[in-house]
């Protein structure tokens, strides 16, 4: 009878390490590839229009939006690759990722993360651009269509989720700053007493 107690307790410590180790961080893969598939369900609508209408309207359009969708495809995999890669391990470099970081940003920012870098590059090369060129390619035909109104919206949602993620404070760096702030006032509270004293 008790090992059947003892061997209940296991599936449920093996569900929370689970949650534990897998969940955080994947709402940012589930958002990214909700942004690529709405980029490239809207590149499909692009493309499958007559020819007539792409030559009249969209010319312009047309390979910036191939581009962006590429770019938007890249990133999810270098999310995919950055997730999988940190859960892991949480301090190990990710392939592809931090050797760009470090081209890129040099020594101006050597303390950003693997995934901070992800969110602003796709935020900065992806998800405006994405915002900016859809507005103009509807606009410049009959005005917004489904899959614009699609590809607005989940380029918008991944864009709104990735600036809260970087400008959420990290747990470490959260519990540092509350165990400064419980020092000062311990401090405060014994020059209080010293001067009643």
Known sequence: MTDDVENGDQPKKCCEEFRRKWMPGLESVVVSLADVVGDWIYLYYIISLDADTIKNSYVYYVYPLVAVAAVSTVFFFLQVLHYCTTR??????????????????????????????????EDFLEDIPTIIL???????????????????????????????????????????????????????????????Y
């Open 134 to 196: 859809t507005f103009l390619i509807d606009l410049s035909g009959k005005g917004l269509t489904p899959a614009g109104v699609l590809n607005i919206t989940t380029s918008f949602i991944h864009l709104i989720l990735n600036v809260i993620k970087v400008l959420t404070p990290k747990e470490k760096a959260a519990q540092e700053t509350d165990e400064k702030e419980t020092q000062t006032q311990k401090t405060a509270v014994r020059r209080t007493n010293a001067r009643i």
């Open 88 to 121: 892991v391990e949480k301090d190990r470099e990710v392939c592809c990722v931090d050797p760009i970081k470090r081209v890129i940003c040099g020594g101006c920012f050597p303390k950003m993360k693997a995934g901070t870098f992800l969110d602003l590059c």
